[in-house]
């Protein structure tokens, strides 16, 4: 990773950026974003200790906090106002997670305007921790102490590679799950229960296998479409997929998984069973509600939008793991911007604000998946029940997934060099073009945009 990134070009880079990437970022889509910077800063006042009273005076601290989209974050820092008096928490929240990080962009070139805390969000990571000067380094603040909390691939996440500096505490997660119709299963022959549906996709082969049988019995598609078939297996990439870790070089034409992930959705494609609908498409949203395909692949946020685009189906969807591992997209970490001057106070809020307790009542009240693994065997967590689900403990397969994930590298041309490999796969699915010459095109494309970055 080039850490000499100029962050002019980050604030180019993010605005390039879709809205749509991670965290559910769709969900908010009709959010307005944020108007402006609040430019909130720490008061330093002292409280007036009464006459006569030997106690020393407490430090009054207010703290601006930027948060993005649906979080129970503003309720969190009023419960944690109420145990500390001397601090005030003013929270500014976006549901545009694109001018979220644009105004945050904005305040760290301009010197002055930036919050005291900032919800980041994992896919604009890696431009950030490329400017790693404007933030406090947790580890200097007591986050070692904490780290084996959380699960190690996600803490990594927001992590220098030498691990010496991190970046945010881990929030939430979106491991990667399959989920399913049991009612196309069925009419399939296929087993509906997740655990039989499991099995009988539980290696990529299988899954090809399945899908081809699927359609040829029902006539109907068996993926959804060709990004989420495409980003499954990508995914499990190890270690990294487009990128070196060690010097940013394109590794992508020669990673193994990356042309497994081409292959195999070509191979969808060619053999009828990958749906010829966009991502976030309205067509997209009423093949779910009508049952035009069996399977969608996605993270585990991705269950409130199958819930908002097909309440007609509710009860007859289930989880089942993915083949051969799972993957990650979306989640989010709180950082501090060196603008901040009250590090200690601003450090311990965020600590609590991501404890056990607190991302257990995140996830019950606003579905926000945990990224400490002790809660995937706490009762409160394992005994949900989702009834859109069927009564499925769906927690209990989101946390599976989440143990799956392995540690992997991005970088900050990642999300440019993504579109070239989807677009290469949509003129396959659009245009019936050779599959050969567009993973030529999308190699070449990646290459000359890694030469100028």
């Given at each position: 990773m080039k850490k000499t990134k100029n962050l002019a070009l980050a604030l180019v880079s993010i605005m390039l950026m879709?809205?749509?990437?991670?965290?559910?970022?769709?969900?908010?889509?009709?959010?307005?974003?944020?108007?402006?910077?609040?430019?909130?800063?720490?008061?330093?006042?002292?409280?007036?200790?009464a006459?006569?009273?030997?106690?020393?005076?407490?430090?009054?601290?207010?703290?601006?906090?930027?948060?993005?989209?649906?979080?129970?974050?503003?309720?969190?820092?009023a419960a944690y106002t109420k145990e500390h008096p001397n601090v005030?928490?003013?929270?500014?929240?976006?549901?545009?997670?694109?001018?979220?990080?644009?105004?945050?962009?904005?305040?760290?070139?301009?010197?002055?305007?930036?919050?005291?805390i900032f919800q980041l969000e994992i896919g604009f990571m890696e431009r950030f921790l490329g400017a790693q000067d404007k933030f406090y380094n947790l580890n200097d603040l007591g986050a070692k102490d904490i780290q084996a909390n959380y699960l190690d691939w996600?803490?990594?996440?927001?992590?220098?590679?030498?691990?010496?500096?991190?970046?945010?505490?881990?929030?939430?997660?979106?491991?990667?799950?399959?989920?399913?119709?049991?009612?196309l299963a069925e009419a399939a022959g296929l087993p509906s229960d997740p655990e039989g549906f499991g099995a009988a996709i539980d290696t990529w082969d299988k899954f090809a296998t399945v899908a081809k049988a699927f359609k040829d019995k029902t006539g109907k598609y068996f993926s959804d479409l060709t990004d989420l078939t495409y980003n499954a297996l990508r995914d499990q990439s190890a270690d990294e997929i487009y990128f070196s870790k060690a010097d940013g070089s394109f590794i992508g034409d020669t990673n193994p998984q990356v042309k497994k992930a081409y292959d195999f959705t070509v191979k969808g494609i060619q053999e009828g069973w990958i749906s010829n609908v966009m991502l976030w498409s309205p067509e997209w949203g009423q093949g779910m509600n009508d049952g035009s395909f069996a399977v969608v692949m996605g993270p585990a946020w991705m269950a409130g939008n199958i819930k908002s685009n097909a309440p007609d189906s509710s009860g007859k969807w289930r989880i089942a793991q993915l083949p051969e591992g799972a993957g990650n997209w979306g989640g989010s970490f709180i950082t501090l911007p060196k603008e901040g001057k009250h590090s200690k106070e601003a450090y311990d809020f965020i600590q609590w604000l991501v404890n056990k307790d607190n991302q257990l009542e995140s996830f019950?009240?606003?579905?926000?998946?945990?990224?400490?693994?002790?809660?995937?065997?706490?009762?409160?967590?394992?005994?949900?029940?989702?009834?859109?689900?069927?009564?499925?403990?769906?927690?209990?397969?989101?946390?599976?997934?989440?143990?799956?994930?392995k540690p992997v590298y991005y970088g900050p041309l990642h999300d440019q060099t993504d579109t070239f490999f989807k677009n290469a796969l949509k003129n396959v699915l659009e245009k019936k073009a050779d599959p050969a010459k567009e993973w030529d095109s999308a190699v070449k494309q990646a290459k000359t945009l890694a030469e100028r970055g």
């Open positions: 879709s809205s749509l990437a991670a965290c559910g970022g769709s969900n908010n889509g009709g959010n307005k974003a944020a108007e402006g910077n609040s430019g909130n800063k720490g008061s330093s006042t002292a409280a007036p200790a006459e006569g009273d030997k106690a020393e005076s407490v430090e009054k601290v207010e703290l601006s906090f930027w948060t993005l989209g649906n979080v129970n974050y503003e309720e969190l820092a005030t928490i003013k929270i500014q929240n976006t549901g545009d997670q694109t001018a979220h990080h644009n105004n945050l962009t904005t305040a760290l070139s301009a010197g002055s305007g930036a919050p005291d996600k803490w990594k996440q927001a992590s220098s590679i030498d691990g010496s500096f991190q970046l945010g505490l881990p929030t939430d997660i979106g491991p990667t799950v399959v989920y399913y119709r049991t009612d019950k009240t606003k579905g926000l998946m945990p990224s400490i693994p002790a809660l995937y065997e706490d009762p409160a967590f394992v005994d949900f029940k989702d009834d859109f689900f069927g009564g499925q403990q769906t927690a209990v397969e989101f946390g599976k997934a989440a143990n799956r994930v």
